[in-house]
């Protein structure tokens, strides 16, 4: 791997880069591991090396906060204290203690690759990268992560705060997300990277982007590195990373039927893939034009004749760059038999046997509306 140029090339060549010697490099790792030390957060993850726990919170981590992980890791780790129990279980059952996280490719990916470590590693993590990387879900980062955690493996990391942090230290301006904004990050990670300690080091890089280099307002006078730090010398901290422009927000408006026979339900299995991947529902549509003809043609679509009641709820939610307002309303089954229609599988359950099945989270909102009113007949 060629070491980074010292001058990053986005940096301004007049302006001196405090990193560019090997004393300030060697100064910047024995400073940052010593606040590590004394400053790191007490994590459940943390409490020992073990490859498995680290990869299920190196993957819950990923687009969601530390303070959203914890009760869900130590939830997940007791369900599925190891890869084998995590391979054994029904793919549904590792959905529903997923519930709530998002992203919930995340989930699949890892009961996949808990069961390739199962089949090929005999069910120990395995330590060489190649492996490592041939497992469903890992990419560069996720591999590196657990494998420099776990066994100290030299190797870097990259994700939102470490990017942060070391452009901040090599002065590399303009937009991160280039190629060779990328590529110049992924060298300079390489290059900090202690001879040992390894995992230490990429977590304090990590923590420090938490609880000190924040994106606004970084705390330059709480830092152990600021002598060794490009935007602090340079007074560059507003500045880099470069800010990417605001993704434009869509609007969305979906209708959820709660359809009910008898005292049943109809929930409804989506299909593998895409958003909520197998995940169950309330049959939903999106509206384009009014409530009542996307009603018409969602009921259409499987096969079921219903008779469209109240409104229960309107929930709003946000996915990616969607802002979505989910209206919810109740229709009476008058007849016609389910078919699966843009669906895996439907079936007709008591609403008490809601909890049992994964849903998404604005579908479990339409789960509690309706559990909480219980006896909510359309006459
Ligand atoms: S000196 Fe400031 S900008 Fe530089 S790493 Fe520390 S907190 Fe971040």
């Known amino acids: 791997m060629p070491k980074p140029s010292m001058s990053a090339p986005s940096a301004s060549p007049r302006k001196p880069l405090p990193l560019a010697s090997g004393e300030a490099r060697a100064r910047l790792r024995r400073r940052l591991l010593d606040w590590f030390a004394i400053h790191q957060r007490q994590l459940p993850w943390r409490a020992n090396r073990d490859p498995y726990a680290i990869w299920i919170s190196e993957v819950m981590l990923q687009q969601t906060q530390v303070a959203t992980v914890i009760p869900y890791f130590q939830r997940f780790i007791k369900q599925f204290p190891n890869a084998a129990a995590l391979a054994s279980a029904d793919e549904q059952e590792v959905l ?57 493996a030299k190797l870097p990391i990259l994700e939102a705060n470490s990017r942060r942090v070391i452009s901040r230290w090599a002065g590399i301006e303009g937009n991160l997300k280039t190629r060779e904004a990328e590529t110049e990050l992924w060298k300079w990670a390489e290059d900090l990277l202690p001879q040992k300690r390894a995992g230490d080091f990429n977590q304090a890089v990590m923590e420090l982007g938490a609880l000190i280099c924040k994106p606004e307002g970084p705390r330059c006078g709480d830092c152990p590195v600021q002598k060794e730090c490009f935007a602090f ?24 039927l709660v359809i009910r026979r008898d005292a049943q339900v109809l929930l409804v299995q989506r299909p593998l893939g895409g958003r909520w991947g197998s995940m169950w529902e309330f ?14 043609d969602l009921l259409g679509s499987i096969g079921v004749q219903a008779t469209l009641g109240s409104e229960l709820a309107v929930i709003h939610h946000g996915v990616t760059r969607f802002k979505i307002r989910l209206t919810c309303m109740e229709a009476r089954w008058s007849k016609g038999m389910f078919q699966p229609g843009p669906y895996l599988k439907g079936r007709w359950i008591e609403p008490e046997q809601l909890s049992d099945f994964p849903l998404s989270r604005p579908q479990r909102r339409l789960a509690s509306v309706l559990q909480n009113r219980q006896i909510s007949h359309i006459s």
């Open 96 to 152: 529903r203690a997923w519930e709530g996280l998002g992203y919930y490719r995340r989930a699949r990916f890892l009961h996949l690759a808990a069961k390739k470590i199962v089949a090929d590693h005999g069910g120990l993590f395995p330590e060489d990268p190649d492996s490592v990387r041939a497992l469903p879900g890992f990419g560069r980062y996720t591999a590196n992560a657990v494998l420099s955690q776990a066994f100290n």
């Open 233 to 256: 010398l340079h007074d560059a901290q507003d500045r880099i990373p470069a800010k990417s422009p605001r993704p434009l927000v869509t609007e969305v408006h979906e209708l959820a």
């Open 283 to 296: 049959p939903r549509t999106e509206v384009t034009g009014d409530v009542e003809q996307a009603a018409a």
